[in-house]
């Protein structure tokens, strides 16, 4: 995945390999660029780009040549190898929303993720919601299934720690706001284009607002590439008459999801459905205050820290972000609840709960063969 330019499984990936570094674990990471950056670790360059080799042949291959102890993958594992195997899967919604996916990205997912979670030995969720999602729909062993929440990196800090004594950062801001045609105060969403952010509900919701004049003149910004299946949202404001309230900068680099956090008024995430919901935690280690959707992990995710709506309509949608904007004692409230509630979040937890799943892994695999340290092989 790294490298891949796969969004959140990359994030995941990137936070996951920094908090094994963090406790001084050192593992193999295995990708097809030879010039991607896997940190402190080891990087080992499969022969072929081909998702189709990588699974039949060249990952277990890789695996039997290092002498690994375990194969960690997302989603799918290896379909025939020696070496247990630990799978990540962030959440099912292609089982329970199949029409969110395309009819290849369906079929793909449904047999990796059920031919992997039979051979699996662990299976790692985000969330507690994950967890119950795939065990219900996918039959998934609870006992084999092991919680692990998701982190926040540490560049995601509030905006004014940034700039306040620093000149030149501020000039960088400034820049980078004209860059993207952005006018601050602004409301942010960020997700990739596709139905089950449902961001074309958001924009009804905004209209909503721009009726009677409650946005304050804010512009709802919605910053997000194209992936899977894409939704109408981009072209829904002019079809609404609100064409010049509602912005779609496009994608945005990592390092500067920070400063678009950090200068909005607001961040809100309207999604239908998330295995974590991991903006929601960046967002608010920036100090912004949130509103998202009170369904699937999202509430869990917040942590009584954010301001929840129901995603399937549009105007709570609007009386949300309508107490939001009016309110700033409302918005501090939000800010400093969702600073506590980040500042809980981090990869190294993540990494500690993942490293036991490797070891558990390893051990039954081993079935009860002393683990020395001279044995380990990341």
């Known amino acids: 995945m790294l490298g891949a330019g796969e969004t959140g499984n990359e994030t995941y990936l990137r936070g996951l390999l920094s908090g094994l570094s963090e406790l001084g674990l050192r593992e193999v990471v295995v990708v097809t660029d030879a010039g991607v950056d896997v940190g402190e670790h080891e990087r080992v360059v499969l022969p072929h780009r081909s998702d189709v080799r990588r699974l039949t042949t060249d990952l277990a291959a890789a695996a039997r040549r290092l002498g690994a102890d375990v194969i960690h993958c997302t989603y799918a594992a290896p379909l025939s190898n020696a070496v247990p195997t630990v799978v990540t899967v962030h959440d099912v919604s292609f089982v329970r929303h199949p029409d969110w996916f395309t009819l290849r990205d369906r079929a793909l997912l449904n047999a990796g993720v059920r031919l992997s979670l039979r051979r699996a030995a662990r299976v790692l969720v985000p969330s507690g919601h994950a967890r119950d999602e795939l065990c219900a729909l996918l039959g998934a062993d609870p006992r084999r299934v092991v919680v692990t929440p998701e982190g926040v990196d540490p560049q995601f800090t509030p905006l004014s720690d940034q700039t306040s004594h620093d000149p030149a950062k501020a000039a960088e801001v400034d820049r980078f706001f004209r860059r993207l045609g952005i006018h601050r105060p602004y409301v942010l969403a960020l997700g990739d284009l596709q139905p089950r952010k449902n961001l074309s509900r958001l924009v009804e919701a905004w209209a909503i607002l721009a009726a009677d004049e409650s946005d304050l003149g804010r512009r709802l ?88 709506f129901d995603p399937e309509d549009p105007a709570d949608i609007a009386a949300v972000l309508r107490s939001l904007i009016a309110d700033e004692a409302l918005r501090a409230d939000l800010r400093e609840r969702g600073l506590r509630r980040a500042s809980q979040a981090g990869w190294r937890a993540c990494a500690e709960l993942t490293a036991a799943a490797y070891e558990a892994a390893a051990s039954e695999s081993r079935a009860g063969t002393p683990r020395t340290a001279a044995s380990r092989r990341p």
């Open 221 to 308: 910004v919605i910053a997000g590439g194209f992936r899977g299946r894409k939704d109408s949202a981009t072209g829904l404001p002019v079809k609404l008459h609100i064409g010049e309230r509602v912005a779609f900068p496009g994608h945005v680099r990592d390092e500067d999801l920070g400063l678009l956090y950090g200068a909005a008024e607001v961040f809100v995430m309207p999604s239908l459905y998330e295995g974590f919901g991991l903006p929601v935690l960046e967002a608010m280690a920036c100090g912004t205050p949130v509103a998202c959707s009170g369904t699937t992990a999202l509430p869990e995710v917040a942590g009584g820290a954010a301001a929840l």
